[in-house]
């Protein structure tokens, strides 16, 4: 980690127990409390939630990585610390860490393994199903590396058919949506393999319809679900998917390198784990979990980053981020030569926003606006060229002027 002077002053304003910074002088304002559930345009509540962030420049690649705020740093900080003297090992409540994330997301009790990222639990649950030489794996064309490689080796190691189809990118009715998705369907097809959000333009999947008919069919559904925790409030019980996979170090602002698969209760036990260790065998998701040793210290941030998020709470997050990327979205639309190619109605929007420019290819649009201290995340893709811009509770309508400010600005060519 290597952090700036001003950076550093912060944290060890933050952090009581955070030594070796003692020349580091704290600011003098003390800070104000949290405000809990505050309106989407309340500015000022905005950006006291802002000052708990390390973060320089302007930070709207959410999607890819989020920032951890100072008492999720503070938390994994603590342990490492902890950790490294060596005399005792600083305690992990497990069981409350598994009760928090159940509470969180709306789980069943039991039903949460934690891993390192959504690619590993992806991986850990098409390997740990037995699938066969000519089943089918329904996906679309706008899955991550981190959702669909492990459907493409099974597809090259077993023989098991990967299908992908050209989603709707800019429904107007979830009817269509899922009408598509039942379109690829055959007497062959075990799976439908579903980005919650695409990390392409966050398009937002109707995953509700869909667990609904392909249970019907008996298909199973494996949710790449990399995004909604710390996005949207969630239910999982209510979705009924029999596997969500996760990565908390994107929306809910944990450490990197948490991952989460939450599996329903009747699919834990015939799962196979993808890596083997003690536990291998036992009934309950810690079967997925033993993988050698470990860096311990991103669940201490797991755990902070969950009551983070509760101290400011999950709805007002959701309409926060999710009026940014409104406003963005909006703004970006007026812009001459701008193509957003995310949908245009909200309800299928997310909190990312994708577009093209014309004349100016993305990986100039990302440099040009790195050199500006913005950072964003070019999709290249799938021969896709677009550059997303992800809202969160660190972003303010001040950045999204100014990088929509630096578009109109940018020279094509
Ligand atoms: C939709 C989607 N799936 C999977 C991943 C992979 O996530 P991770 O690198 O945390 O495994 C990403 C990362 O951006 C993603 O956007």
């Known amino acids: 980690m290597s952090l700036s002077r001003r950076e550093l ?4 304003a933050a952090l009581p127990g955070f030594g070796g910074l003692a020349h580091a002088k704290a600011p003098t304002a003390a800070k104000t409390p949290l405000p809990f559930n505050p309106a989407p345009d309340d500015e000022a509540a905005w950006e006291r939630i802002g000052q708990e962030f390390v973060i320089t420049g302007s930070h709207l690649n959410t999607g890819t990585y989020g920032s951890c705020p100072l008492p999720v740093l503070e938390a994994t ?3 490492l610390r902890g950790f490294e003297r060596m005399l005792t090992q600083p305690h992990i409540d497990g069981p409350g860490l598994h ?4 509470r969180f997301l709306g789980a069943w009790p039991g039903s949460v393994a934690i891993l390192r990222n959504t690619t590993e639990a992806m991986s850990t649950v098409a390997a740990g199903l037995d699938l066969a030489a000519g089943d089918e794996v329904v996906s679309t064309t706008h899955e991550h590396i981190g959702g669909k490689c492990c459907w493409e080796m099974l597809a090259a190691r077993r023989g098991v058919v990967y299908r992908t189809f050209a989603p709707i990118l800019d429904p107007t009715r979830e009817a269509d949506m899922a009408a598509a998705w039942m379109a690829q369907v055959t007497p062959r097809t075990r799976v439908f393999s579903i980005s919650h959000v695409h990390f392409t333009t966050g398009l937002i999947q109707p995953v509700q319809a869909l667990v609904r008919m392909a249970r019907e069919h008996g298909i199973i559904t494996v949710i790449d679900g990399a995004h909604p925790p710390g996005l949207f409030e969630m239910n999982l019980q209510e979705l009924d998917a029999d596997f969500y996979a996760s990565s908390p170090h994107k929306w809910l602002l944990a450490p990197k390198g948490t991952g989460l ?20 065998n036992s009934p309950g998701t810690s079967r997925f979990e033993h993988v050698g040793t470990m860096g311990e210290s991103v669940l201490a941030g797991l755990g902070a980053a969950i009551a983070f998020h509760q101290a400011i709470g999950s709805k007002a ?4 981020t999710r009026s940014l990327a409104t406003r963005l979205d909006a703004m970006l639309r007026e812009v001459p030569g701008v ?8 309800e299928f929007r997310s909190a990312m926003v994708a577009f093209r420019y014309a004349g100016r290819s993305a990986e100039a649009m990302q440099g040009y606006l790195n ?16 550059i997303r811009l992800s809202t969160h509770i660190y972003n303010f309508p001040r950045d999204l002027d100014r990088v929509v400010e ?3 600005e940018m020279p094509a060519g």
């Not at 002053?9 to 060890?12: F, K």
């Not at 193509?339 to 909200?346: D, I, Q």
Request: charged residues 25%; glycine residues 6%.
């Open 406 to 408: 630096l578009l109109r």
């Open 317 to 320: 997050i959701e309409e926060r």
């Open 99 to 102: 009760t928090q994330l159940e």
């Open 9 to 12: 002053v912060m944290l060890a």
């Open 371 to 386: 050199s500006r201290m913005i950072r964003t995340r070019r999709i290249s893709e799938g021969g896709l060229e677009y």
């Open 339 to 346: 193509e957003v190619v995310s949908p245009s109605r909200p």
């Open 261 to 280: 698969l939450v599996v329903r209760p009747d699919r834990i036990g015939t799962t196979w784990p993808l890596v083997a260790s003690g536990n291998w």
């Open 77 to 79: 900080i603590q342990y």
